[in-house]
């Protein structure tokens, strides 16, 4: 098996020009992942990035509809029927790309190993291709969905300021960080009353993070609540473009010049995503 992990290693060679991967989690349901990544997503290449989002959502794999747009192929059929990656991307709204979920999702974290070597090599393609890879997750976590979680360049905890939502995203900080302490971890508080109001259950998450699992994390920002999410969700069409100038687009291009500055000035790290991704792999087939 190590061997494998090693040929692997090899074959992609050093991380030349690599994607940033970022997933976007959440503890609880229905707090605004799926909103937060295809308008960030927009926000960047409205500023000149390449950005490709991935729907892995299991249970809820609805990125076409909040796009209004319609895929051929998915992931699943990518790894079952050995497509190239090129094949499934789609164009999404505001020069963004995507690659749907589908139904099956679940399939995509059981893969043999000649399921898997073909998922990483087209992983592969598309990580020399973009700026930016956005792994759209589904609430909470499985075994299987933390390998994509921890193997992520960077993780963002999505939370509004309803009680159980906070506490769900600390036991999803906790366990990921548990799984993998050097995940690098950023904060998003989304459908905020107020700046404070975002700001302070930011540095509650972030306080609690460092005096219960000695970790720094950053809070990259607070959305307001804006009723044109939901007009923009009705009309499938992400808000940075159906209100550019809404309260809560502007906060998200605040929010994605922040990530922008803060992606610049990232660490070159020993290993990439896929590395990662194919250690956490042979390491559970050696588990088997
Ligand atoms: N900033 C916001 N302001 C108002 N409503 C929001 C905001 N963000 C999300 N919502 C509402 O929450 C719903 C769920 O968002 P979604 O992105 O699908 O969540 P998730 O992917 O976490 O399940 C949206 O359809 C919208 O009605
Ligand atoms: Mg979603």
């Known amino acids: ?99 749907a979920g589908g139904n099956g999702l679940n399939r995509l974290f059981q893969l043999n190993e000649r399921q898997f070597e073909h998922f990483t090599e ?23 969905s933390l390998q994509f979680i921890t193997a992520a360049d960077e993780v963002l905890l999505v939370t509004t300021p309803e009680p159980t939502a906070i506490t769900d995203a600390y036991a999803m900080l906790k366990f ?3 799984q993998e302490p050097a995940t690098k971890v950023s904060v998003i508080v989304n459908r905020v009353e107020n700046t404070t109001e975002g700001r302070e259950i930011g540095k509650r998450i972030q ?27 009705k009309q499938q069409i992400p808000y940075m473009i159906h209100s550019p100038s809404s309260p809560v687009s502007r906060g998200m291009k605040q929010l994605s010049d922040t990530y922008k500055k803060g992606s610049e000035m990232k660490e070159m790290q020993e290993e990439g995503f896929i590395q990662r991704f194919s250690r956490y792999f042979f390491r559970k087939q050696g588990a088997k």
């Open 1 to 99: 098996m190590h061997d494998q992990a090693e040929m692997l290693r090899k074959r992609l060679g050093d991380d030349k020009k690599q994607a940033k991967v970022c997933a976007i989690a959440s503890g609880k349901g229905g707090v605004g992942k799926s909103n937060v990544t295809v308008n960030l997503a927009i926000s960047l290449a409205q500023s000149g990035s390449r950005v490709i989002v991935l729907d892995l959502d299991i249970g809820m794999a609805n990125l076409d509809i909040l796009m209004g747009v319609h895929s051929k192929a998915n992931i699943v059929d990518l790894v079952e029927q050995e497509l190239s990656i090129l094949e499934i991307v789609e164009n999404g709204p505001g020069k963004i790309n995507y690659i």
């Open 122 to 144: 087209q992983l592969q393609v598309i990580h020399e291709l973009y700026d930016y890879i956005f792994l759209d997750m589904g609430a909470g976590v499985s075994k299987d």
């Open 176 to 178: 990921i960080l548990k």
């Open 207 to 233: 306080l609690a993070s460092t005096q219960f699992l000695q970790k720094e994390i950053q809070l990259l920002g607070v959305l307001p609540d804006d009723e044109v999410v939901f007009k923009a969700v």
